[in-house]
């Protein structure tokens, strides 16, 4: 299967945030939140909606989003993802490429990956940011259904503001000798992680129990946390995320 989805939004009139464009097609599609409940501050509110089973062995995904001067956005998962086989020995293959214009805003906070047995899946994202804009990015991982092993999982994050590389980071899962080393996520089945650059950066790194927040040398800041299931990891990514100079506007919003 191969698929696409562009989304690009753009400051409008009394500093609301709008879509200005939205293209999507099965299995990745784009639901912009209706104006009647928009957002109290302006942000422009999409969620990703899962709409057909993907990524299977073979599925070639693409997400392309732009945003605009200014403007903000919340993209949003609805459901977790579960990468699965295909019929035949192919990896399945998703990229993300999230391009923010200067002083632009971006929380891309999608729900849990679940890597199924025998998955093989590539997963890419790619985020450039202008003067003065801000993002963060949310990751979670799950390691394998209930009872089972995880299949491959290499997932690369590229993260850089006006030309400036601030995070390049590749995570391989499902390497058998890597699984069996003791500094292999601990022995944890959930790992989560959320790159965030934003208005200050945290001048010391923290830690705790089975949490980090660690800044990144250029600019911005990485939070991970690893836990046995996906409801004490988040707990424990939203702890590190506590301890950031930020912490009370990063607090994730449900309207």
């Known amino acids: ?48 909606v899962g709409s057909a089973a993907t990524p299977v062995g073979g599925d070639r995904v693409d997400l392309r989003v732009r945003v605009g ?14 990468a699965l086989p295909g019929q035949h020995a192919e ?12 002083g632009g805003t971006i929380e891309y906070l999608p729900e849990a990956t679940v890597i199924s047995a025998r998955a093989d899946h590539q997963a890419e994202m790619t985020i450039e940011l202008g003067e003065g804009a801000r993002a963060r990015c949310r990751e979670l991982l ?15 994050t590229h993260v850089a503001r006006t030309g ?5 980071q590749r995570l391989d899962i499902g390497e058998h000798r890597l699984a069996t080393s003791a500094g292999y996520l601990a022995g944890a ?21 089975w949490w980090s927040l660690a800044p990144l040398t250029a600019g911005g800041a990485l939070a991970t946390a690893v836990a046995a299931d996906a409801v004490t990891a988040q707990r424990r990514l939203a702890e590190a995320i506590g301890h950031h100079p930020d912490a009370a506007v990063l607090a994730v919003r449900t309207w």
Do not use: C, F, K, N
């Open 1 to 48: 299967m191969r698929a696409s989805a562009l989304l690009s939004v753009e400051l409008g009139s009394g500093g609301r945030s709008v879509v200005r464009e939205l293209r999507s097609e099965a299995p990745m599609t784009l639901v912009p939140r209706r104006t009647a409940t928009a957002s109290p501050d302006g942000i422009a509110v999409v969620h990703l």
């Open 142 to 156: 799950v390691l394998g259904r209930y009872g089972e092993r995880p299949g491959r999982l290499i997932t690369t």
């Open 69 to 82: 001067p200014g403007a903000r956005l919340q993209l949003r998962g609805t459901a977790a993802t579960v």
């Open 164 to 168: 400036t590389p601030l995070l390049r």
């Open 91 to 102: 990896h399945s293959r998703s990229t993300v490429r999230i391009d923010v214009e200067a």
């Open 189 to 209: 089945r959930v790992l989560a992680t959320e790159t965030v650059v934003w208005d200050h950066d945290p001048a010391e790194p923290a830690s705790g129990e």
